[in-house]
């Protein structure tokens, strides 16, 4: 029998596909491939958040390089995002989720080629590319969303995002034995991190493709009452203006932008910053390397819990508590020298929870802001704001890190709060106040 969601017509109404008797168990089964797909990539991407800084700082040979390199896969996230977005509404999100991972795989071979030849625009490229395999992980959550009910949208989301932990964690610590195999193959050290990401990325790629049947984007429309084929095409703007039109969406989008910014602007110097402390190569990576997996595992470990919060107190209370966490966050690892990694596996740890609070959350109230029609493009503006915001977070980081320290790093992040208090209050206390 097909579990109904509100809006779904009856199943006398619907040419449900061949093999599709539950709804509810394709949504499992979904949730599966998808945190499977996820779990497996967090690998090749972290290990290149970890290497990718260092090696653009090797190549140029200043610290600032380091944020240009971080910046540049972050900008290839938030620009790919559309495309892929695009592609996804009108072929289902297994192609697009596919395509997304294949162009991952080329940036990993152009960064490795890049830093066979010590040239700092290929680099760029490469790491802009790169930065498809973030921009998957980011659109696998609203996948995971497409055949929820609202009420259990935050969970599901939330559940996709907890999946990454299991990669995520594990990856900043290959980059040590990625760094040995890059040496083995007659690389750079640090370019042997990309050669595992590049090898992981085409296995998920794969898999995706092989294992996503039926598309949970296409089957939605069709239980919807619409075809199973394309929406009609929306401009990112148009999807961008309808969200911002609905108070909830608004906040929405705003946290999103706002927790991913300040996360990057955080994250993508502390390993340059930990640099500082001494070392040999091999040391430092392995400090850095835990420092991160504590970060990552505040980013996705406790994602579930996060969104049972923002499906059963509200996901503006979980946006405001996110705001919170990423204040204390700055304020702990900004006060950090080079060599205290307990004090900035702490900050980051409070880092990586006010993004999760902030995400999950977020993404929730864009999701329920639109109708099916719009929520791919919708989704896939919202992620290119988030990106094109981290990225000037990791332009300006490496700047503010050789004026002042990773301390103005730090206060400069926390001062990108301010925004999201702002809406919140006129979103939230607004409607409060006027009764």
Do not use: K
Not at 9 to 21: E, I, K, W, Y
């Amino acid at each position: 029998m097909v579990r109904q969601t509100p809006g779904m017509r009856s199943p006398a109404d619907l040419s449900v596909p061949p093999g599709v008797a539950d709804v509810a168990a394709v949504q499992r089964r979904t949730v599966r491939v998808l945190g499977g797909g996820v779990a497996l990539a967090g690998l090749g991407v972290t290990v290149g958040i970890t290497a990718g800084g260092l090696l653009a700082r090797d190549v140029a040979g200043t610290d600032s390089a380091a944020g240009l390199g971080q910046t540049a896969g972050v900008l290839g996230a938030a620009v790919l995002a559309v495309p892929l977005a695009r592609l996804s509404s009108s072929a289902g999100r297994r192609a697009g989720l596919a395509v997304g991972y294949a162009v991952a795989v080329l940036g990993a071979v152009v960064t490795v080629a890049a830093a066979a030849v010590s040239s700092l625009l290929l680099l760029l490229a490469g790491l802009f590319l790169f930065g498809a395999s973030t921009a998957c992980g980011l659109q696998s959550r609203y996948a995971a969303a497409d055949l929820a009910t609202p009420e259990h949208r935050g969970r599901a989301l939330s559940l996709v995002v907890w999946a990454t932990t299991v990669g995520s964690v594990l990856g900043p610590n290959l980059a040590a034995p990625g760094a040995r195999l890059g040496t083995a193959l007659g690389l750079p050290a640090l370019a042997g991190a990309f050669v595992v990401s590049a090898a992981v990325f085409a296995v998920v790629a794969l898999l995706l493709q092989v294992l996503l049947r039926p598309d949970p984007l296409l089957l939605a429309r069709r239980l919807g009452g619409g075809a199973e084929g394309s929406a009609p095409r929306t401009a990112t703007g148009t999807a961008l203006r309808a969200v911002w039109a609905v108070p909830a969406g608004r906040l929405g989008l705003v946290s999103v932008v706002v927790a991913h910014s300040v996360m990057v602007g955080v994250m993508v110097m502390t390993p340059v910053h930990m640099g500082h402390a001494g070392g040999t190569e091999d040391t430092v990576l392995r400090v850095v390397g835990l420092v991160i997996s504590v970060h990552v595992a505040g980013m996705y470990l406790f994602s579930p819990l996060v969104g049972m919060l923002a499906d059963r107190i509200g996901a503006p209370s979980v946006v405001a508590l996110g705001g919170g966490l990423l204040l204390a966050a700055t304020g702990v690892a900004g006060t950090a020298g080079p060599s205290a990694s307990v004090q900035l596996g702490i900050g980051l740890l409070l880092l990586g929870l006010g993004w999760s609070c902030g995400l999950i959350a977020g993404s929730t109230l864009v999701t329920g802001a639109v109708d099916a029609g719009l929520r791919p493009t919708a989704q896939g503006g919202t992620d290119l704001l988030m990106g094109l915001g981290a990225a000037l977070a990791g332009v300006v980081g490496g700047p503010l890190l050789a004026w002042g320290g990773f301390g103005l790093v730090s206060g400069v992040s926390a001062a990108m709060v301010l925004p999201l208090a702002v809406v919140w209050a006129s979103v939230v206390l607004g409607p409060q106040r006027s009764r």
